[in-house]
């Protein structure tokens, strides 16, 4: 009888010592497996972040070569940096605004900011120019619509200034009035307005007022050169990628020249 105990007993605790064995060998391959996990996670996003750093550089390295002179070569690999800092990236160089689709610019100008719409440098100079702005579908554009102030400077030294409104608005400013916009490029406008230009009109700049702006330009009857270079740049280590797009304009005098008396010949004061 107690030989039968000895037994029962002896059987329970070798049942005992499976069970146990089972949960700790659960546990403990529970923490390799997360253990593992958490290194696999930490090599991707190391892997991630020298991608983008690579990206960012090859970014900055074209910039500081000036965008429109890789358009000789506008597409390839390229390295920067030396021995075990080198890194290699590629890229690509497009122009924006050419021709005669228009240009639309891909973030809104702050108020007060100014764009220069290059004119000269193609066969076909248009006689005029199509300016949208206003985002309709952006609510801290049409809540407050802001006003464009646009100036045209001619070959000869003079400037023709108008200011406009957007359509619908009414100021006490004695501004012009802009028309109801439309669809123009990837985005639907609240008002246009066209610019007449002399034939001699070597570029416009466009300042918003009141508020920031959408914009786009078209020309009418003629065509325009590159108003911006758009450079992507992409980089893989290991098993990541990463890209970087940047738009880099056509280089313009500061907003501060808009305000400056200047003449193409002697000042007479009386």
């Not at 280590?237 to 500061?254: K, L």
Request: glycine share 10%; charged share 15%; hydrophobic share 40%.
């Amino acid at each position: 009888m107690n030989c039968r105990k000895y037994h029962a007993q002896k059987g329970q605790v070798a049942l005992i010592v499976v069970l146990a064995m089972i949960v700790l060998g659960t546990v403990a391959l529970s923490v390799v497996s997360r253990s593992i996990t958490n290194i696999t996670l930490t090599g991707q996003e190391e892997s991630k972040i020298r991608s983008f750093s690579a990206a960012e550089a090859g970014i900055e390295d074209l910039l500081r070569q000036g965008l429109a002179g890789k358009l000789a070569l506008p597409q390839g690999q390229a390295t920067v940096g030396s021995g075990d800092q080198q890194i290699s990236y590629d890229y690509k160089v497009t122009t924006v605004g050419s021709g005669g689709g228009g240009f639309e610019r891909e973030t809104p100008l702050r108020e007060q900011e100014t764009i220069q719409i290059g004119l000269t440098g193609v066969a076909s100079r248009p006689n005029a120019l199509t300016i949208y702005w206003v985002n309709q579908n952006v609510a801290a554009e049409t809540d407050n619509k802001a006003s464009l102030i646009l100036s045209v400077f001619n070959a000869d030294n003079t400037v023709f200034r108008v200011a406009v409104n957007a359509q619908g608005v009414s100021r006490d400013n004695g501004f012009a009035g802009g028309s109801a916009g439309g669809a123009f490029g990837s985005k639907t406008y609240h008002s246009k307005y066209t610019l007449a230009l002399a034939a001699n009109a070597s570029s416009v700049r466009i300042r918003p007022l009141y508020n920031q702006a959408s914009l786009a330009v078209k020309p009418e009857n003629g065509e325009l050169p590159v108003q911006a270079y758009k450079a992507k740049v992409s980089s893989r280590q290991e098993e990541s990628f990463a890209s970087i797009e940047v738009v880099e304009g056509v280089q313009i005098p500061v907003e501060i020249f808009d305000h400056v008396l200047w003449s193409g010949g002697s000042l007479i004061h009386n």
